[in-house]
């Protein structure tokens, strides 16, 4: 890394070695705290969102299609939202403020556990009332703390989980500690998995790409043959959302599923194939195998 940095610094400065210059002053930089606050904030969003999408049983590569974020200062994460909608693959990300009406409009309340086995040793007798009292609604958060009649908790003796009424079926939910709540649309369509079988065959590709010894720069031709006519159709419908040539740098390319041609761009129907990598079924979403076939195009100087 020291190597690549001074590189990249000679490259743009034109100077000797940034190992030798003078250390910067940070005085002359202006705070920028919120942008730190916001970077956090993203951070735990893009964490979560992607721990409910695991628990929901969504792989990565599949386009989902809204992420909700409610907090307290949504405008400070707009300029960040190209970043969540690339990182987490959703078609779009929506930034509410938050405010009792938010939380209202979709049906979300906290609910409180008491976990009696951690809290019994400490709290002895009155845990009994702490349970009666999270049941009852008697509890609050103050500066961080769960407060139950009047009894704080420590952290590991009680678990805060959310219950959204008015949420839509397939919609998975979690808090954000420092207020707010996530809503993950977990709901897909027969676009949204085409385009996701075509991201899988991005990454096939790809690892094809490796197993013949292409340089990363090297232009393609690539051949697709699909023995399932459904999983062909997906990938052929959604070639050009997912960016499957661009991906993969395919100058030329065909499609074909049995003897029938889906898709065919510059005749790479017609190639001599350099490397070929058959991929089973069901190794990603592909319903039955398919053959990967490639060759390397000279670009002229």
């Not at 210059?21 to 005085?27: C, G, H, I, R």
């Not at 409180?112 to 400490?122: C, F, M, Q, T, W």
């Not at 959604?238 to 029938?260: I, W």
């Amino acid at each position: 890394m020291p190597l690549i940095a001074e590189r990249v610094w000679q490259g743009l400065t034109g100077g000797r070695s940034v190992h030798l210059q003078d250390w910067p002053d940070a005085a002359a930089f202006e705070p920028a705290s919120d942008i730190r606050a916001a970077m956090d904030t993203i951070r735990e969003v893009s964490s979560i969102a992607n721990a409910l999408r695991k628990k929901e049983g969504k792989r990565v590569r599949l386009p989902l299609p809204t992420l909700t974020v409610a907090v307290p200062d949504a405008g400070g994460l707009a300029q960040f939202e190209g970043i969540l909608r690339d990182e987490l693959n959703v078609k779009n990300v929506e930034l509410i403020e938050l405010s009792d009406d938010v939380a209202e409009r979709y049906g979300i309340s906290q609910r409180l556990s008491v976990n009696a086995r951690a809290a019994g040793p400490r709290l002895g007798k009155q845990v009994q009332h702490v349970i009666a009292g999270a049941k009852a609604g008697i509890w609050e958060e103050q500066d961080g703390a769960v407060v139950v009649d009047g009894i704080a908790l420590q952290e590991g003796e009680y678990e805060l989980t959310l219950e959204a009424g008015g949420v839509d079926e397939g919609t998975a939910i979690s808090l954000l500690s420092g207020g707010g709540f996530v809503l993950l649309d977990t709901t897909t369509t027969p676009e949204l998995e085409a385009e996701g079988l075509a991201r899988d065959v991005i990454r096939a590709v790809q690892d094809a790409r490796k197993s013949a010894g292409f340089d990363v720069s090297d232009r393609i031709r690539l051949q697709l043959r699909f023995d399932d006519a459904a999983d062909g159709e997906a990938v052929t419908a959604a070639f050009d959302a997912a960016g499957v040539a661009e991906e993969t740098l395919a100058v030329a390319y065909s499609v074909r599923t049995g003897d029938d041609e889906l898709r065919s761009v510059d005749g790479g129907e017609a190639m001599a194939t350099e490397h070929e990598a058959a991929v089973e079924a069901g190794t990603y979403a592909n319903r039955d195998g398919f053959t990967i076939g490639l060759a390397r195009i000279e670009v002229s100087a």
